[in-house]
């Protein structure tokens, strides 16, 4: 799949796929998240007017999820118009919950999941912001990250999370 014309891709991160069929692409270079149909025929691009770096795109009760790594936030568009509808967390830099860097987001039950680059961990927030608490920390050993990057869960909340330093998955 190589797109061209207004669909072209430039440095693409991240995908997830809607329960239409449709193709979100997180694409850091464009500094857009760009949309296919099921067909693969573009559909639209958004983020530019926020200056999104995204990383990561995540679809979840009629939302659009973006991480944002130049943005220490989340940002979330409504799924039918591509339009913003916010950012989150809104934390300083000395508060427990603040984004470092935003590499990698998963959603389980009404649970933001996000890989911070920045902090060494995996952050936990409400679908509404409200932090959760943290798994990790900086360091070598069993649960401590150097590189988290990639992050899933699965059904039964498991939490695999990528390092990409030590090139192992960390199941919390």
Known sequence: FIPGGRGQLKLPINCCVDERGYLFIADANRGQIVVFDPELQYVHAFGEAEALK???????????????VQDHAVYVYDADNYKLIGRMPELSAEEDG????????????????????GDFNVKKYSMEGAYLGALGGYG??????????GIALDWEENIYVVDAAFENIQIF
């Open 54 to 68: 995204p990383t990561d795109v995540e679809l979840d009760q009629g939302r659009i999820w973006v991480a944002n």
């Open 98 to 117: 603040f984004i470092r860097q935003s590499t990698n987001i998963s959603i389980r039950n009404n649970t933001l999941y996000v890989s911070d680059f």
């Open 140 to 149: 070598n050993g069993p649960g401590r990250f150097t590189r988290p990057k």
